[in-house]
T-cell receptor, first 115, second 112 residues
Framework: DTGVSQNPRHKITKRGQNVTFRCDPI?????LYWYRQTLGQGPEFLTY????????KSRLLSDRFSAERPKGSFSTLEIQRTEQGDSAMYLC?????????????FGPGTRLTVT | GQQLNQSPQSMFIQEGEDVSMNCTSS?????WLWYKQDPGEGPVLLIA?????ELTSNGRLTAQFGITRKDSFLNISASIPSDVGIYFC????????????FGKGTKLSVKP
């Protein structure tokens, strides 16, 4: 039974560059969530998908952020024109509507450093 | 936006002691979850609570969903060194579709 996986685990980029992260949820989990976590804080919700439909977006998700889940399986989160304030841990979680829609299981995260 | 107040911020305890931490909100939550996070890793789900007044255990961990639906408590009995980490409460507000609101965490340190 494979958990949520995220790639890469670490990313260092220069300000102004674009970055893309990937999340593979637990198989058969139809809900997928993205969160951002900064040092000393709890995770903050960014967006979530049910199958391939993006159902909710936080106001934290500026125009430079875009998330996709094209076939209802893996998801990508892209940040364009990165800023130093984007430095954070980006966490992905998944859940199953049938088995327990609110029990979200997290991946190990992708730590982004913008220099 | 909605916030969860989690306390205490940090705890230093002796191995074998019991631990209590809590989370409060100014608004009603339908679901409470407790997670543990180790450095550099994602949060790991410990306990999920769905009904007001519900008391649920997972090994040495016990959590309760407050009757007012605005608070939750986590107790750890007979702490051991591997309990070290940051514990987060998370809740789903009554009109949310499922996105979690997290507290700021309680950092637990256990002295052997």
């Amino acid at each position: 039974d494979t958990g949520v996986s995220q790639n890469p685990r670490h990313k260092i980029t220069k300000r102004g560059q674009n970055v893309t992260f990937r999340c593979d949820p637990i198989s058969e989990h139809n809900r997928l969530y993205w969160y951002r976590q900064t040092l000393g804080q709890g995770p903050e919700f960014l967006t979530y998908f049910q199958n391939e439909a993006q159902l909710e977006k936080s106001r934290l998700l500026s125009d430079r952020f875009s998330a996709e889940r094209p076939k209802g399986s893996f998801s990508t989160l892209e940040i364009q024109r990165t800023e130093q304030g984007d430095s954070a841990m980006y966490l992905c979680a998944s859940s199953s509507v049938r088995q327990g829609p609110y029990e979200q299981y997290f991946g190990p995260g992708t730590r982004l450093t913008v220099t | 936006g909605q916030q969860l107040n989690q306390s205490p911020q940090s705890m230093f305890i002796q191995e074998g002691e019991d631990v209590s931490m809590n989370c409060t909100s100014s608004s009603i939550f339908n679901t409470w979850l407790w997670y543990k996070q180790d450095p550099g890793e994602g949060p790991v789900l410990l306990i999920a609570l769905y009904k007001a007044g519900e008391l649920t255990s997972n090994g040495r961990l016990t959590a309760q969903f407050g009757i007012t639906r605005k608070d939750s408590f986590l107790n750890i009995s007979a702490s051991i060194p591997s309990d070290v980490g940051i514990y987060f409460c998370a809740g789903i507000p009554s009109r949310s579709q499922g996105n979690l609101i997290f507290g700021k965490g309680t950092k637990l340190s256990v002295k052997p």
